[in-house]
């Protein structure tokens, strides 16, 4: 089994920043995408923006320059630096990672962490 545990969510008025943070935990042996998803009330899960196979990232694009993941692969951990936030990004933010685990059969899974709410308002 994998762990994900996020922390870094809160309250913040519009213009300002939050920190999200996500640690995995577990027999992993490969991070095959690991990032941050988001779901707003009344609306489907959405992709915000993750790390992919080949160190590439996706980034939806209400996001993009505002937003930025980085990782820590050494402590296999996501951040997601979120600038100049908007009512609209009010959601529970979802750490996912699709992993390659030890002592498992299939070998591959995903995993969602319990979420994280983020609200943005004046």
């Known amino acids: 089994q994998v762990q994900l545990v996020e922390s870094g969510g809160g309250l913040v008025q519009p213009g300002g920043s939050l920190r999200l943070s996500c640690a995995a935990s577990?027999?992993?042996?490969?991070?095959?995408?690991m990032g941050w998803y988001r779901q707003a009330p009344g609306k489907t899960r959405e992709l915000v923006a993750a790390?992919?196979?080949?160190?590439?990232?996706n980034y939806a694009d209400s996001v993009k320059g505002r937003f930025t993941i980085s990782r820590d692969n050494a402590k296999n951990s996501v951040y997601l630096q979120m600038n100049s936030l908007k009512p609209e990004d009010t959601a529970v933010y979802y750490c996912?990672?699709?992993?390659?685990?030890?002592?498992?059969?299939?070998?591959?899974?995903?995993?969602w962490g319990q979420g994280t709410q983020v609200t943005v308002s004046s």
């Open positions: 577990g027999s992993i042996l490969t991070i095959n995408l």
């Open positions: 790390f992919t196979s080949g160190d590439q990232t």
């Open positions: 996912y990672a699709d992993v390659t685990e030890g002592g498992r059969y299939p070998p591959r899974a995903g995993y």
